[in-house]
């Protein structure tokens, strides 16, 4: 089992960069693939970008590549999101997820059976 807690959201301009954490718990932090996924009010949870289990591969959606950087640090236990050029579209409620089955990169949030509480990340225009 792992537990996941997010932190680092806030209130940005747009423009302004904004980087998250996830925090994992329990010794096994390497075997579970990692995603970003993100629900803005009154819409879906919409996948966000995703990384394998050795860091070495990322996945973006398209509305964030580029602009987006997802990294882990196994050995810290820890999934990072850095946000540049953000966008009031960007406003939403972030979420971390892993799961230790799944096949990496999936964008799918029924494919992930653990997540974080999620962080509010507000961009004003």
């Known amino acids: 089992q792992v537990q996941l807690v997010e932190s680092g959201g806030g209130l940005v301009q747009a423009g302004d960069s904004l980087s998250l954490s996830c925090a994992a718990s329990?010794?096994?932090?390497?075997?579970?693939?990692m995603a970003w996924f993100r629900r803005a009010p009154g819409k879906e949870r919409e996948f966000v970008g995703a990384?394998?289990?050795?860091?070495?591969?990322?996945y973006y959606a398209e509305s964030v590549k580029g602009r987006f950087t997802i990294s882990r640090d196994n050995a810290k236990k820890t999934l990072y999101l850095q946000m540049n050029s953000l966008k009031p579209e960007d406003t939403a409620v972030y979420y971390c997820?892993?799961?230790?089955?799944?096949?990496?990169?999936?964008?799918?949030?029924?494919?992930?059976?653990?997540w974080g509480q999620g962080t509010q990340v507000t961009v004003s225009s």
């Open positions: 997820a892993a799961d230790n089955t799944v096949v990496a990169g999936s964008r799918s949030d029924d494919d992930y059976h653990y």
């Open positions: 329990g010794r096994t932090f390497s075997s579970y693939a």
């Open positions: 990384i394998s289990r050795s860091g070495r591969t990322i």
